[in-house]
């Protein structure tokens, strides 16, 4: 039979499992949470150390202070409130460099328009300027009373019409589309049946930069393959050409891939 020493006993070594217990739980709490710090200021840290070594590479700019330029424009706002306009002190930090005669645009040709300018240095995308470099394939986003940075938890691009990056690369594309001059050149895909869509960044801002006489031409490299199902003679292309600003000319070139 137990006695009342041996029910205390049982007693007082339930009670100290217990504290051990409620311990364990609270060390594994601020575990984690130092873990994730650490974490986050890490992913923090490799984002503004990508940023900076990617700017470097351009010779004779502020890096730093397109920094700063760079996060006023989203840090401390709602993260699907961030407008076009608040990157305009970054472009005007940033501008680009003379390239009259060589710009080139693109819409669904992404891996090809890119492979294409690499391998020389006769035209030259949005991605491969400076702010499009430096920030291309990138994730980022502020947070209403924080001045951080976060690339995590960021909204995607077709979550919300404002996110910060949707709205960097809209507004740098106008940029780059006020920015051609000459004749100017798209690569669009001939394998889908519109190769010229509306609503596509190139139709909806850069195009509608383009003006006369400052843009003399409008060349379409349409890229084809051997089963492509679109040609110059696409509907959507003949509204492409209806759509150019008066006094711009245009011509189009089907060119295998």
């Not at 710090?37 to 004779?60: A, I, P, S």
């Not at 080139?104 to 499009?132: A, I, P, Q």
């Not at 920030?135 to 979550?159: A, D, H, I, V, Y």
Request: glycine share 6%; aromatic share 10%.
């Amino acid at each position: 039979m137990e006695s009342g020493e041996d029910r205390r006993q049982e007693k007082r070594r339930k009670r100290r499992c217990l504290i051990l217990a409620v311990i364990a739980v609270i060390l594994l709490v601020v575990i984690l949470a130092i873990v994730l710090g650490v974490t986050l200021r890490k992913r923090k840290d490799d984002f503004n150390t990508k940023f900076m070594e990617r700017c470097q590479k351009f010779k004779g700019y502020n890096c730093q202070k397109i920094w700063d330029a760079f996060q006023q424009a989203y840090v401390n706002r709602d993260r699907c409130d961030v407008p076009t306009e608040a990157y305009d002190p970054l472009i005007a930090t940033a501008p680009f460099e003379s390239l009259c005669n060589r710009t080139m645009f693109w819409s669904k040709t992404k891996n090809v328009v890119h492979d294409f300018t690499r391998g020389n240095d006769c035209f030259k995308t949005v991605e491969d300027t400076l702010l499009g470099s430096v920030l291309n394939g990138l994730e980022w986003c502020g947070k209403n009373g924080s001045s951080e940075t976060f690339t995590t938890g960021c909204p995607k691009w077709e979550e919300c019409e404002k996110s910060a990056v949707r709205s960097f690369w809209n507004r740098v594309s106008a940029a780059f589309g006020d920015f051609a001059c000459g004749n100017v050149t798209v690569m669009l895909n001939g394998s889908i049946d519109t190769p010229f869509s509306p609503t596509s960044i190139f139709a909806s801002i850069e195009m509608k930069k383009f003006k006369s006489p400052k843009v003399k031409n409008l060349n379409v490299v349409l890229v084809i393959q051997k089963n492509s199902v679109t040609n110059c003679t696409n509907e959507s292309l003949k509204n492409l050409m209806m759509g150019l600003d008066k006094g711009i000319g245009y011509h189009c070139f089907e060119v295998p891939e």
